[in-house]
């Protein structure tokens, strides 16, 4: 696997990352069973063997049941760990289990982010966070407050690095603009399905100019020296689920698997390839729960599609020629 150095750190991170949003129920709620350790162990193993090395978490994925049965394979594993980068987020808060119908909000308060990352530590059974990551854009953030909050977290070494995930230009600039430690990602929806990301730039100048929340966001983060880390970077929802309702995505998919089949590998693999030929130099976070397939999908580091191969799966995808 190449790797990645990420900005403004000394760490080294594979091309391709691994989310652990879905590994519950894959692996149950509580993970303390022998055979449940033992299959995420093989997961994290079969990862970081392959040289994916950034687990990608958050507080809020199954109310904290995903940090926990990750934590039991953590304690097993524990020799592991320098050779992993542990990665979480924090500001959305979920409804209390008792007051369903109530909303859940946003929070990146002060205490509330101190809160959410000793929480995480406990049930991730580290030491520290590698990175951390704010969710969702707070409308109520005190940039101020994030500010302290980093500030006791990093002195007190539990958080080595800060990112974003789903922010904007102008709200990076405001939470920069008041932090001392650089934002060092971003992680954004992005595939071949959803390609706003690049979409914005090739419709500069035209009518149809379609991208207000991503404008310019890609430009922002490479003049910025952020990595941008994809999230559902296999476009799941209209293309994997078997929601075939879509022509353009039909096009798209016939396209991945006729370069997947010359290639010998599966259109997954062809599709995570386009999201690394990108001179960003983006990370796609994958979410998959199978070992197996984590091999298939890591196929993709070695596959480089040509100009023409990346704009015509572009094209098919957006279900609109090039301007
Ligand atoms: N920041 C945010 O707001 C945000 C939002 C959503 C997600 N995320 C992060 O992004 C990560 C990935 O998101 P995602 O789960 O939507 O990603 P995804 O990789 O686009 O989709 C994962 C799904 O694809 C299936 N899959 C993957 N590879 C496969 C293969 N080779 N063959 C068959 N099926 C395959 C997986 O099933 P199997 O498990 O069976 O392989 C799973 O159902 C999450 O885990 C999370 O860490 C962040």
Redesign the pocket.
């Known amino acids: 696997m190449n790797y990645y150095k990420i900005p403004h750190t000394d760490l080294g991170t594979g091309r391709i ?7 519950t129920p ?1 692996y149950n709620e509580t993970g303390t069973s022998a055979s449940v350790r033992r299959r995420l162990c093989q997961l994290i193993e079969t990862a970081i063997d392959a040289g994916v090395n950034l687990f ?3 507080d809020v ?1 199954a109310a904290g049941a995903v940090e926990a049965v990750f934590g039991h394979a953590m304690h097993d594993l524990k020799g592991l760990r320098e050779r992993m980068l542990i990665q979480s ?1 924090c500001g959305i808060r979920i409804a209390e289990p008792e007051g369903w119908g109530r909303m859940g909000f946003f929070d990146f308060s002060h205490d509330h982010i101190l809160h959410s990352v000793d929480a995480s530590l406990q049930r991730l059974q580290v030491e520290y966070l590698d990175i951390l ?1 704010l ?2 854009p707070d409308p109520l953030m005190q940039p101020e407050e994030v500010a302290r909050a980093f500030d006791t977290l990093h002195s007190a070494g539990k958080v080595r690095h800060f990112g974003v ?2 922010q904007n230009v102008g709200q990076m600039q405001l939470l920069q603009k008041h932090l001392d430690q650089p934002l060092v990602i971003n ?3 992005f ?1 071949l399905f959803h390609s706003d990301l690049v979409s914005d730039g090739v419709e500069v100048n035209r009518q149809q100019a379609a991208y207000p929340n991503t404008s310019g966001l890609l430009d922002y983060c490479r003049l910025n020296n952020i990595l941008v ?9 209209a293309s ?2 078997g929601n075939r309702d879509s022509n353009r995505n039909r096009a798209a998919e016939e396209l991945l698997d006729s370069m997947a089949r010359a290639r010998n590998v ?1 259109r ?2 062809v599709a995570l390839a386009w999201i690394l030929r990108h001179p960003a130099g983006i990370q ?7 070992p ?3 091999l ?2 890591c196929a993709a580091d070695a596959i480089d599609l040509s100009r023409e191969e990346w704009t015509q799966l572009l094209v098919a995808a957006r279900g609109l020629p090039m301007p």
């Open positions: 990352g691994l989310g652990c949003m879905n590994l894959a990608d978490h958050a994925y987020k990551l969710h969702r995930s789903n992680q954004l929806e595939s880390q994809a999230w559902s970077p296999l476009g799941q929802p994997y689920s599966n997954r693999a796609p976070i994958l979410g998959t729960t199978n197996a397939h984590l298939d999908n």
